[in-house]
């Protein structure tokens, strides 16, 4: 609770102090703490899913109205047609996955209690990726249930992207007119992947430049990656169980292995307000007050001019 003050109090005292007028602190507090109402009052989406491809998304019960249009604004400017898959992260009430699942016609959320006996049936002996999975943060269900639990072409995605133009590289990726293994997001500084000297010279990490590979966006061919890429990974990471950068640093060191590109950091960008060029927008923690103030209203405005 006192966490989540301190965070509302820095959310507005940003706002103040960028010149956000009264008319983003109403879009602020009415998609921030009204989403969920709004939601409800949603027409559905209906679609059937094609060409083999399935969208991953990490979610808790408070983020659904920006999970929404994420998927929104995805559908609408790529004209794809996913398979929808919503992994709990055990916040997510019976009611709040029925009411989404009635939004969009092929979307499921994936409880994570069944997600819970699902990975220990499918992996019964790994005792060191079902360890993590059990002390880790939340966010280690993005990076081992959605690793095991997916076929195809697979895309993964936070919930706190939104697409404002057509995502052609994406596009292109599922059409198989693509040379890549996998796309990944880029952030605008590398990070330290925190793995173990042999792994990092192994993997040539450096060199591929991973540690700029952001989790955001990710799309890659599932049969390209192993089980044991994961295994590697895990035995040897540096950080603890419980770090909130497992998750991030793993996806990084594994994709980084195959054949992959990034995604132009410059129109699908971290920083800075969209432009006439931004194809999406990571509204990571530190801006999603933005996401707030001014970007879901912006692609609902979007979407309903071109129905």
């Not at 596009?171 to 996998?182: L, Q, Y």
Request: one cysteine or more; a positive charge.
């Amino acid at each position: 609770m006192l966490n989540r003050l301190k965070e509302e109090v820095f959310f507005l005292k940003r706002l103040a102090q960028e010149g956000f007028g009264p008319a983003d602190f109403w879009r602020y507090f009415k998609n921030r703490f009204f989403g969920n109402f709004l939601l409800s009052l949603l027409q559905p989406v209906y679609h059937q899913s094609q060409d083999n491809f399935e969208l991953h998304l990490l979610c808790q019960k408070k983020d659904l109205w920006m999970l929404v249009w994420a998927l929104n604004s995805f559908l609408y400017h790529s004209g794809l047609y996913p398979k929808i898959i919503v992994h709990d992260d055990g916040s997510i009430s019976d009611r709040a996955a029925k009411l989404l699942e009635s939004k969009f016609s092929n979307l499921k959320v994936l409880a994570k209690v069944k997600a819970d006996k699902m990975v220990t049936e499918l992996i019964p002996g790994n005792k060191n990726i079902l360890e993590y999975r059990q002390a880790g943060h939340k966010l280690i269900l993005k990076l081992i249930d959605i690793f095991l639990l997916n076929s195809g072409k697979v895309m993964v995605l936070d919930s706190d992207v939104l697409f404002f133009k057509k995502p052609d590289e994406i596009i292109d990726f599922v059409k198989n007119r693509s040379k890549f293994e996998a796309l990944v997001s880029m952030q605008n500084s590398s990070y330290d992947l925190m793995v173990k000297d042999e792994y990092f010279r192994g993997h040539r990490l450096l060199e591929k430049k991973a540690g700029f590979i952001n989790s955001g966006i990710m799309l890659f061919k599932r049969e390209k990656l192993s089980l044991d890429q994961l295994e590697e990974f895990l035995e040897n990471t540096r950080r603890p169980k419980n770090d909130y950068w497992v998750e991030m640093s793993g996806w990084a060191s594994m994709l980084s292995q195959l054949n992959f590109a990034f995604l132009p950091l410059e129109r699908y960008v971290i920083k800075g307000r969209p432009n006439d060029q931004t194809v999406a927008k990571h509204f990571t923690n530190p801006r999603r007050y933005e996401l707030y103030a001014y970007g879901i209203d912006a692609v609902r405005k979007m979407i309903g001019a071109g129905k």
